[in-house]
């Protein structure tokens, strides 16, 4: 769990604040997700970066902003965000290409309750 | 499009029982199949995977897991319980329509009990 690290660990905003969720990982992968973890719900997933790259965008609303600015770097800029907003964000990564399916490690989350 | 399904919530368990947490998939195509789990405040801990070979795949913390293709299940199993194996597991399956990501079900909580 080491390899994929977070911060902050918990993060408690107003909705008018702007604020940026960190992730970084350790285990030259080329690949970096986000998720996002609410009660009750499967894990949906928000944003994926190949080589830095988004490849994909789960019909995320623009509140949220991420940023791949290399591959062993994700960043989750927050702005205006709602309560429906407050969840545990999680980030993970992997190894994309040659045909082979890697497994993906995730780090240890960001708490975020907006109020 | 992939999916997978946990039919529990919660499984409860006596300690030194053996424990089977169910999940049931749906994909196109060959499956690839993973099992996390997830302790309280943190983050998923990759516990085991099947890509192709033999159906029972050995993991983390004497976990196991069955693939049944018949019956298109992926039952991750443990002879023998622990409290400390408490926690909530989650079943995905990569999603072959995409760049590998992962399909999850909804989790189910463990319950160990001494």
């Known amino acids: 769990e080491t390899g994929v690290t977070q911060t902050p660990r918990h993060l408690v905003m107003g909705m008018t604040n702007k604020k940026s969720l960190k992730c970084e990982q350790h285990?030259?992968?080329?690949?970096m997700y986000w998720y996002k973890q609410s009660a009750k719900k499967p894990l949906e997933l928000m944003f994926v970066?190949?080589?830095?790259?988004?490849?994909e965008n789960n019909s995320v609303p623009s509140r949220f902003s991420p940023e791949c600015p290399n591959s062993s770097h994700l960043f989750l800029h927050l702005h205006t965000l709602q309560p429906e907003d407050s969840a545990l964000y999680l980030c993970?990564?992997?190894?994309?290409?040659?045909?082979?399916?890697?497994?993906?490690?995730f780090g240890p989350g960001t708490r975020l309750t907006v109020l | 499009a992939q999916s997978v399904a946990q039919p529990e919530d919660q499984v409860n368990v006596a300690e030194g029982n053996p424990l089977t947490v169910k999940c049931t998939y749906s994909?196109?195509?060959?499956?690839?199949l993973f099992w996390y789990v997830q302790y309280p405040n943190r983050g998923l801990q990759f516990l085991l995977k099947?890509?192709?070979?033999?159906?029972l795949v050995k993991g983390s913390y004497g976990f196991e897991a069955e693939f049944n293709k018949s019956q298109t299940s992926f039952h991750l199993k443990k002879p023998s319980a622990l409290v400390s194996d408490s926690a909530l597991y989650f079943c995905?399956?990569?999603?072959?329509?995409?760049?590998?990501?992962?399909?999850f079900g909804t989790g189910t909580r463990l319950l160990v009990s001494p």
């Open positions: 993970a990564s992997n190894s994309q290409g040659g045909g082979s399916t890697d497994t993906q490690y």
């Open positions: 994909v196109s195509g060959n499956p690839y």
């Open positions: 099947y890509i192709t070979g033999d159906n």
């Open positions: 995905a399956v990569r999603d072959n329509t995409g760049f590998q990501k992962l399909v």
């Open positions: 970066y190949n080589f830095k790259e988004q490849t």
């Open positions: 285990l030259g992968h080329n690949a």
